[in-house]
């Protein structure tokens, strides 16, 4: 079965908790069926790819370097106290890390 091309399914959407909405990177707050011409399409389905993403994974998560363990740190934007990023779902703000590879 062939998907069609919409913010539902595209990489560059983040579905929203409180209604059906897709936070899109490009255009803000779209309606799921809505599709623009940035799409990418995703090989994952969008609740499998969204339900993973942990504060950790986001670049607003500041880890807490002289913490012996390198998951516990502080939101930038919302928090005060530490906090350990892989208990936590990435919130409505969540916007991944660019990952550097060094070889």
């Not at 936070?23 to 803000?28: E, F, M, R, W």
């Not at 790819?49 to 880890?63: A, D, G, Q």
């Given at each position: 079965m062939k998907r069609t091309k919409?913010?539902?399914?595209?990489?560059?959407g983040t579905p929203m908790h409180l209604t059906r909405d897709?936070?899109?990177?490009?255009?803000?707050?779209?309606?799921?069926d809505y599709?623009?011409?940035?799409?990418?399409?995703s090989a994952d389905t969008a609740a499998d790819?969204?339900?993973?993403?942990?504060?950790?994974?986001?670049?607003?998560?500041?880890?807490e370097l002289d913490?012996?363990?390198q998951d516990f740190g502080k939101c930038k934007l919302?928090?005060?106290?530490?906090?350990?990023?892989?208990?936590r779902n990435a919130c409505s703000k969540f916007s991944r890390k660019m990952l550097i590879e060094v070889s």
């Open positions: 919409c913010c539902n399914n595209c990489e560059r897709i936070l899109c990177k490009y255009h803000g707050v779209v309606t799921p599709c623009c011409f940035k799409y990418k399409g790819r969204h339900n993973s993403y942990k504060c950790i994974h986001c670049e607003y998560f500041l880890v913490s012996p363990d919302f928090s005060a106290r530490e906090y350990d990023g892989n208990k």
